[in-house]
């Protein structure tokens, strides 16, 4: 694969969209500024998103921000995910019953995508994990727990091609202390987000195997870690490995 697009504004036109994204509407000129292109270049760019209905401008504010048909396009993408209809009433009972979030991934690459989220309604604290966002491997339950059913070359091209950051205090970011991690979730069956990624937060997961039983799809239960004793993981772990040995069943 190439490093550079070979379509110059094919490149500008999806950074457009992906800063809207980030930002929300802006004004022309702090799109400028976000952008470091000029006026009339961003201005076209707008003014192509716009025909194609991915932009649109507040005829009071002046300010542009992106349309729902990207969410459009993201809920066609979603709907095409078979297994989605299989796991999303299993885990949708698996929330209501331990009153916590619980998240259904998909591995891409480096990261884990979020394709589907129940939230407990018992709880006033939400996560604040989105569907279609993601999460890297190294520093994730639902990551530790596919990569623990993964050989060991894939293991360590994963991590060496990773950005590795020490995002919390708690993150590991020496692969010996990792592979530790990895063999503690082979031999358990589940793994641990100890408040690597996000500061009191503690998640549990486990991996889901593909038809061809590749390690590509893990679930995982995630609350404040006032809601997280070692105690409730130990409860947590047997139903997460149950839910497990469900699912697959209904896979097969």
């Known amino acids: 694969m ?7 504004v094919a490149d500008r036109l999806f950074l457009v969209m992906e800063i809207l994204a980030e930002t929300g509407p802006v004004t022309l000129a702090e799109l400028c500024s976000h952008l470091d292109l000029n006026k009339s270049t961003v201005h076209r760019l707008l003014s192509s998103l716009m ?18 048909k990207l969410l459009n396009l993201s809920n066609k993408l979603l709907s095409h995910i078979d297994i989605l209809d299989t796991v999303r009433p299993c885990l949708r009972k698996l929330s209501a019953e331990i009153g916590e979030t619980v998240h259904f991934v998909q591995l891409d690459g480096l990261d884990a995508v979020y394709i589907c989220k129940e939230e407990s309604q018992q709880n006033s604290i939400r996560m604040v994990s989105k569907v279609g966002s993601r999460i890297p491997l190294y520093c994730s339950g639902v990551g530790k727990a596919m990569m623990a059913d993964m ?11 990773s950005d590795i950051k020490k995002l919390t205090p708690h993150t590991i970011i020496d692969y010996t202390q990792f592979l530790e991690k990895i063999k503690e979730v082979s031999a358990k069956g589940y793994a641990l987000d100890d408040e ?10 486990v991996s889901i195997p593909d038809y061809k039983g590749r390690p590509k799809y893990a679930f995982s239960i995630s609350a404040p870690i006032a809601r997280m004793s070692d105690e409730r993981i130990e ?5 997460v490995l149950q839910v497990k040995e469900e699912i697959c069943r209904c896979m097969k």
């Open 235 to 239: 409860e947590l772990a047997k139903i």
């Open 2 to 8: 190439e490093n550079k697009n070979p379509i110059q």
């Open 151 to 161: 050989d060991s070359a894939r293991i360590q091209t994963i991590w060496n091609d």
């Open 196 to 205: 690597e990624n996000e500061l009191g937060v503690r998640c549990i997961a």
């Open 51 to 68: 025909y194609m209905e991915y932009v649109k401008q507040d005829s009071e504010t002046g300010k542009y921000a992106l349309s729902f």
